[in-house]
């Protein structure tokens, strides 16, 4: 995407257009740019630089603070619509993600074309503009993706990848941050053509490991796969105890633990109260029978919400149980959109 979450605040905010404007807080903090629009970035705002840095480059710059569950909201509704198009995706950020279209390509569609009708829908529904990088791997995907930025894309085909790198700056390639690219460059080389010049045992011998990648990027060569990665469905946790319990009530201090375990658990997967679609308790009980219960919960259940739906479920089989546990089930990306009232092809920022 491009400039995400400024691009959200200037659609949301129709004043901004035309203005610089930065994500991040107000310049009189310690806090630093997560997004400048290009009307900022003309200034030399940048991301990561200090906000009030920004602010001595150009007074006239609106500084908002970030507001990132809406930013969430709107990558669910852009990774929906990539899922329509394949569901080989593997996500980088809220803001970018690779999409391995290979199979849709050999039904005959363009990647190309695939990446114009994606990056057209994303205006039509969403209100934001998406650039794309359309390449035999993720690694050429990503320097095309910011070549005809912003709105725009990019096609590097197997027979342009030879000519392609020569001239591609060591700094593009993955691994190479600033200070590595400042030792390539006083180590004379600043495009991938310089490094092709360099054995591949020379290179080890200067760079380490980042040595034998190089000697392969620099030549457009990278075999990753697009990592499809699972879209979680539930987060649960459970406890079995040392002796049979035969009353729910009996176990009220562990239910608490547990609440806790599952709100951290909760938290650190970074997900948000409008994903819970219902609570879930299962009791197992001494003959190793297992029954469950669940309820739709709008948010994030009490742990009052959890010993109720136990005692419920406890009272239809009153029975010694060894085993108890809580969890939620969670609505996927696509039901989310659905309820909401409002190649590999990297589409980034």
Same mark, same amino acid.
């Given at each position: 995407?491009?400039?995400?979450?400024?691009?959200?605040?200037?659609?949301?905010?129709?004043?901004?257009?035309?203005?610089?404007?930065?994500?991040?807080?107000?310049?009189?903090?310690?806090?630093?740019?997560?997004?400048?629009?290009?009307? *900022?970035?003309?200034?030399?705002?940048?991301?990561?630089?200090?906000?009030?840095?920004?602010?001595?480059?150009?007074?006239?710059?609106?500084?908002?603070?970030?507001?990132?569950?809406?930013?969430?909201?709107?990558?669910?509704?852009?990774?929906?619509?990539?899922?329509?198009?394949?569901?080989?995706?593997?996500?980088?950020?809220?803001?970018?993600?690779?999409?391995?279209?290979?199979?849709?390509?050999?039904?005959?569609?363009?990647?190309?074309?695939? *990446?114009?009708?994606?990056?057209?829908?994303?205006?039509?529904?969403?209100?934001?503009?998406?650039?794309?990088?359309?390449?035999?791997?993720?690694?050429?995907?990503?320097?095309?993706?910011?070549?005809?930025?912003?709105?725009?894309?990019?096609?590097?085909?197997?027979?342009?990848?030879?000519?392609?790198?020569?001239?591609?700056?060591?700094?593009?390639?993955?691994?190479?941050?600033?200070?590595?690219?400042?030792?390539?460059?006083?180590?004379?080389?600043?495009?991938?053509?310089?490094?092709?010049?360099?054995?591949?045992?020379?290179?080890?011998?200067?760079?380490?490991?980042?040595?034998?990648?190089?000697?392969?990027?620099?030549?457009?060569?990278?075999?990753?796969?697009?990592?499809?990665?699972?879209?979680?469905?539930?987060?649960?946790?459970?406890?079995?105890?040392?002796?049979?319990?035969?009353?729910?009530?009996?176990?009220?201090?562990?239910?608490?633990?547990?609440?806790?375990?599952?709100?951290?658990?909760?938290?650190?997967?970074?997900?948000?109260?409008?994903?819970?679609?219902?609570?879930?308790?299962?009791?197992?009980?001494?003959?190793?029978?297992?029954?469950?219960?669940?309820?739709?919960?709008?948010?994030?259940?009490?742990?009052?919400?959890?010993?109720?739906?136990?005692?419920?479920?406890?009272?239809?089989?009153?029975?010694?149980?060894?085993?108890?546990?809580?969890?939620?089930?969670?609505?996927?990306?696509?039901?989310?959109?659905?309820?909401s009232p409002q190649l590999s092809l990297p589409v980034g920022s």
């Amino acid at each position: 995407m491009d400039c995400f979450y400024a691009a959200v605040e200037v659609r949301d905010r129709p004043e901004l257009r035309g203005k610089p404007v930065v994500v991040g807080g107000p310049p009189d903090s310690r806090s630093v740019v997560a997004t400048a629009n290009y009307e *900022a970035r003309r200034f030399g705002i940048r991301s990561a630089m200090p906000c009030a840095t920004a602010y001595r480059l150009c007074p006239e710059t609106v500084f908002l603070n970030p507001d990132f569950a809406r930013y969430k909201a709107e990558s669910r509704k852009i990774q929906a619509i990539m899922r329509s198009l394949t569901p080989q995706i593997e996500p980088l950020s809220l803001d970018e993600a690779y999409l391995d279209v290979t199979e849709s390509c050999a039904q005959g569609i363009s990647a190309t074309q695939l *990446a114009r009708e994606l990056r057209a829908r994303i205006w039509a529904e969403c209100g934001l503009t998406a650039s794309a990088g359309i390449a035999p791997n993720k690694l050429l995907a990503k320097v095309a993706s910011e070549i005809n930025k912003p709105n725009g894309q990019k096609t590097i085909t197997p027979e342009m990848i030879e000519s392609f790198m020569l001239t591609l700056p060591v700094g593009s390639l993955f691994g190479v941050g600033r200070v590595t690219a400042r030792r390539l460059h006083q180590a004379g080389f600043n495009t991938c053509g310089d490094l092709q010049q360099i054995e591949l045992a020379e290179l080890v011998r200067r760079f380490g490991n980042l040595g034998s990648h190089l000697y392969r990027q620099c030549r457009g060569i990278d075999e990753r796969p697009v990592a499809v990665r699972e879209v979680r469905k539930s987060i649960s946790v459970e406890t079995t105890f040392a002796q049979d319990y035969r009353h729910i009530a009996d176990v009220k201090p562990e239910l608490h633990e547990l609440y806790e375990d599952l709100r951290r658990r909760f938290e650190r997967a970074q997900l948000e109260e409008r994903q819970i679609k219902t609570a879930v308790v299962k009791i197992k009980f001494h003959d190793f029978t297992q029954r469950s219960r669940s309820r739709g919960y709008r948010g994030l259940p009490t742990v009052e919400h959890f010993e109720q739906l136990c005692s419920q479920l406890w009272e239809e089989y009153r029975q010694p149980f060894r085993l108890v546990g809580i969890g939620l089930d969670l609505y996927d990306p696509e039901e989310m959109v659905a309820e909401s009232p409002q190649l590999s092809l990297p589409v980034g920022s």
